[in-house]
């Protein structure tokens, strides 16, 4: 039943039309609705160059503090922008302002929030490191822990100096949540600086996730060959260059494009399946093999802990044989906001409860998208995302000067 849907979908999407917004990276679709596109190269602390593109609104002359929106696994920060086709040019002025609100990016760019939209290392646009490429092994060694350690802060304190604001909204999607809560249990500074923190699709823990992740991080087979290889994972140069001739440019091309929906779980209802093939064409956007491990780790240990290197190189990096889980009981932040839907393959409600558990500081909220079958990706794409997510978004970020 499943596989039949997923071919059904690949399918249709053969014989769907061409839509101009299927090409478009971030810059691209920043201009093409209005914006100036401002490309910040942030270099972090272990020499990675990451690429934040900040949008300049053409009409707004002061902006309010600084947003922070980041991407999940796999992703990047075209995820805010391409929803619908719209943006400032026909949102703004007063168009059809439920497309443009439904781009979260341009919905508070249009509202004069001072919207950066960060990119993890690794992805499309933050493939690039002072000494190694791309090509190079070491290039790829890390996890999300790196993220916490260094893409986080790092991209935290440029905005800070680059605005002269001392703190700044965060809202983040599905591992764009995980590395928050990693680096408010680990920097007791930080949840001074983040207000507030809008976690969508919550994750840290990941035991009980649903979706084939789940079986790929039983398999050692499946492990080891990650381990072995140790390079860059899907978007990079791995899969997707040696498929890219073969069955990408084929007739089949749609099936190597929407893996992802795979790993989802779909939700018809919300989706605009016109769009489907735009939504999937940058995706995914590469990660590394490593980090994929550390999931399949978190899975089977079904707590929210940091990447086992052994027990010896444990020893070295963190002072005692067994890596440590993130000490989410350490979180003073009260700002956090959750923002969870009821058919979330990877947001499930007994790993959402462990983190409840943790956290000694109540939630600012705790909200249900009041919509049945709310999935892991109807936050970014769903037609009505802007009803039932940005607006609720919008509406907490007007609490905060
Ligand atoms: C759905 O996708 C089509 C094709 O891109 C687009 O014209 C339409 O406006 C989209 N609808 C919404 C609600 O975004
Ligand atoms: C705006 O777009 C939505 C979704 O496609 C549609 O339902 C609505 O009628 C449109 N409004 C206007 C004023 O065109
Ligand atoms: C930030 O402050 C510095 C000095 O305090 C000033 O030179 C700079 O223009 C300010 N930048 C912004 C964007 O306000």
Redesign the pocket.
């Known amino acids: 039943m499943f596989v039949t849907t997923y071919f059904l979908f690949n399918i249709f999407l053969l014989v769907s039309s061409y839509?101009p917004?299927f090409n478009l990276k971030t810059p691209d679709l920043l201009r093409l609705r209005g914006f100036t596109c401002e490309d910040h190269h942030i270099r972090t602390r272990d020499g990675f160059i990451l690429t934040a593109h900040r949008i300049v609104h053409p009409l707004v002359k002061r902006v309010g503090r600084p947003v922070i929106l980041q991407h999940g696994l796999l992703s990047s920060s075209r995820d805010f922008l391409i929803?619908?086709?719209a943006g400032y040019l026909d949102g703004y002025i007063g168009k059809n302002m439920?497309?443009s609100s439904?781009n979260l990016g341009f919905e508070l760019a249009n509202r004069g929030h001072d919207v950066w939209l960060t990119n993890t290392r690794g992805n499309t646009y933050s493939r690039a490191h002072v000494q190694y490429t791309p090509n190079d092994k070491q290039f790829w060694r890390w996890t999300f822990d790196e993220m916490i350690a260094y893409d986080l802060p790092d991209s935290i304190n440029y905005i800070l100096s680059v605005t002269n604001h001392t703190t700044v909204g965060y809202i983040g999607h599905s591992q764009g949540t995980m590395t928050m809560f990693g680096l408010l249990a680990t920097s007791k500074m930080y949840n001074d600086i983040v207000k507030p923190f809008i976690a969508l699709a919550p994750v840290t823990s990941v035991g009980h996730v649903k979706s084939p992740i789940r079986y790929l991080a039983k398999l050692r087979t499946a492990r080891w060959l990650l381990r072995t290889y140790g390079g860059g994972f899907l978007g990079t140069n791995w899969i997707i260059k040696t498929l890219n001739s073969a069955i990408c440019r084929s007739p089949f091309k749609a099936v190597c494009s929407n893996a992802l929906f795979m790993l989802f779980g779909f939700h018809q209802a919300q989706m605009?399946i016109?769009?489907l093939a735009?939504y999937n064409h940058k995706m995914p956007a590469g990660t590394s093999s490593y980090n994929i491990l550390h999931y399949a780790q978190n899975v089977n240990s079904k707590t929210f802990e940091t990447y086992d290197y052994g027990a010896k190189e444990n020893l070295l990096k963190y002072g005692s044989k067994v890596q440590p889980e993130y000490a989410l009981s350490q979180i003073t932040n009260r700002d956090i906001v959750l923002m969870r839907g009821d058919n979330d393959w990877l947001c499930q409600p007994k790993d959402l409860a462990r983190l409840k558990i943790q956290l000694q500081v109540p939630l600012l909220e705790d909200y249900r998208i009041p919509l049945k079958d709310w999935n892991h990706m109807d936050f970014l794409w769903a037609?009505e995302a802007g009803r039932y997510v940005n607006k609720k978004i919008v509406d907490i970020l007007d609490r905060y000067h």
């Open positions: 839509d917004d929803n619908s086709p439920t497309l439904n605009n016109t769009r735009v037609m």
